[in-house]
């Protein structure tokens, strides 16, 4: 039989929609969570819970573009059915889950996309992906009440330190990403220092406009920008 017979098979769907209802109600759950929390022990007003709540939106809005647009590829490749029961919600990176079926089909010496991938190579993409997840959810059941202690220990009480280790997590991991792409030259290179000075001249158009919210879609419009950039410097 071929691979892409079942590849958007109904029983993948199913799946898929299995897996993004257990995500929508994790994020229902929490935000109920959240919205309590700040009640009750932080006092904030609706107001300001809507304001948090609006910003994260807003700040979201660029990398969740990103990862449609690359998510095409993953539809193209394999089936929109395993690109929606893969990334419907976001377990992980687009660029990730195609090295991860390349390297699925090589296991049992096949080639993905090649003449010789056959339904085994498939259901060998299907059981790589899905297992190698495993350890997510398992860290998140065991550890995510660990995190707290550990974070005081690291900070040592001090919030304003914890503020600067995350600052400084945040720009080694996007530096290193960022550093790759450039050194690849090309569309890539051409995107990375697109956006960054599109970031900038958002951030910058926010204070002559007297526009402060222009900065909460600052991330999304450069990411975007350097998208488009990029897309047209390789051609």
Known sequence: MDWKAIANGPWLWVCAFISVAIGLYQSAYFLKKAVFILKNHANYTDKDIIKVVRGAVITAFGPIVA????????????????????????????????????????????????????????????????????????????????????????????????GVISICATLGVFGFYAAQRLIKGGGLMASVIGGMILAMFFFKLADWIHMPRLKEWALGLAMFGGMIIGKLVAG
Do not use: H
């Open 67 to 162: 990862e449609i647009f690359v998510m095409i590829a993953l539809v193209v490749t394999i089936s929109p059915a395993f690109a929606f029961q893969r990334e419907g919600i976001g377990v992980g990176s687009v660029f990730y889950e195609l090295l991860m079926v390349e390297n699925a089909a090589t296991a049992i010496g096949e080639t993905f996309g090649g003449e010789d991938f056959s339904i085994m190579g498939f259901a060998m993409v299907l059981l790589v992906a899905n297992v190698s997840c495993i350890g997510w959810p398992l860290g998140a059941a065991f550890f995510t009440r660990k995190l707290g202690t550990i974070r005081d220990k690291i900070s040592g009480g001090d919030i304003s330190f914890l």
